[in-house]
């Protein structure tokens, strides 16, 4: 049998269990792939342990709308001065000017 004839909610369960590299490695195969495993890495993406990497990576790429999301959905993003203080004073002024 085909994994990939396994009802939805059994690839969702396997999916759950994924770490965040092999759920990207899945979510490549095909666009079926990337339509179930999509909604679970938005939320690695925005987790605080691969935020900064995720907004790094969609500046990067100049994908506003991501750069956007990740701003709202994130956790935070703490970018601060070797010396403790912040870099800059909070984003949320900012994210009224969203899209």
Not at 73 to 83: A, L, N, P, T
Request: glycine share 6%.
């Amino acid at each position: 049998m085909s994994l990939l004839q396994c009802p939805n909610e059994v690839l969702l369960l396997i999916t759950r269990d994924l770490s965040a590299a092999s759920l990207s490695a899945f979510a490549q195969t095909n666009w079926f792939c990337f339509s179930l495993a999509q909604e679970l890495l938005l939320r690695h993406a925005c987790s605080d342990r691969y935020g900064v990497l995720a907004i790094s990576l969609a500046a990067a790429n100049r994908d506003e709308r991501m750069v956007w999301f990740l701003l709202k959905h994130g956790r935070g993003f703490s970018v601060r001065h070797e010396d403790g203080g912040p870099l800059y004073g909070p984003l949320d002024r900012y994210l009224n000017l969203c899209p």
